[in-house]
């Protein structure tokens, strides 16, 4: 049974830092691209990073790009994203996605697990 265990978040101020865990399971992690994706309260869901283990592929949505850093932990099959300069339009819940194809994605529509999320809160 393919399984995506979010963690790490929290609430923090404005500034302040956070690291997010998606610990994967039932699946060969270096198969698939794993990626971040947000909601906020009203608003669409978006993409926020993805990454593929084979090359280290990465894609960064402009929003976040020159804060946040994915990365992977190949042994412990878990992907992080660590979160710098947080700003209150980062309050989200954060859900990461794996897609079966070892290709970066923005999209959600061709992600085909999802984890439950881990709500961010960041105040003003």
């Known amino acids: 049974e393919v399984q995506l265990v979010e963690s790490g978040g929290g609430l923090v101020q404005t500034g302040g830092s956070l690291r997010l865990s998606c610990r994967a399971s039932g699946f060969t992690f270096g198969d698939y691209a794993i990626g971040w994706f947000r909601q906020g309260p009203g608003t669409k869901r978006e993409a926020v990073a993805c990454i593929i283990k084979f090359d280290s592929s990465t894609y960064y949505s402009d929003s976040v790009r020159g804060r946040f850093t994915i990365s992977s932990d190949n042994a412990e099959n878990t992907v992080y994203l660590q979160m710098n300069s947080l700003k209150p339009e980062d309050t989200a819940v954060y859900s990461c996605?794996?897609?079966?194809?070892?290709?970066?994605?923005?999209?959600?529509?061709?992600?085909?697990?999802w984890g439950q999320g881990t709500q961010v809160t960041v105040s003003s």
């Open positions: 996605a794996a897609r079966k194809r070892p290709i970066v994605t923005a999209s959600a529509a061709r992600c085909d697990y």
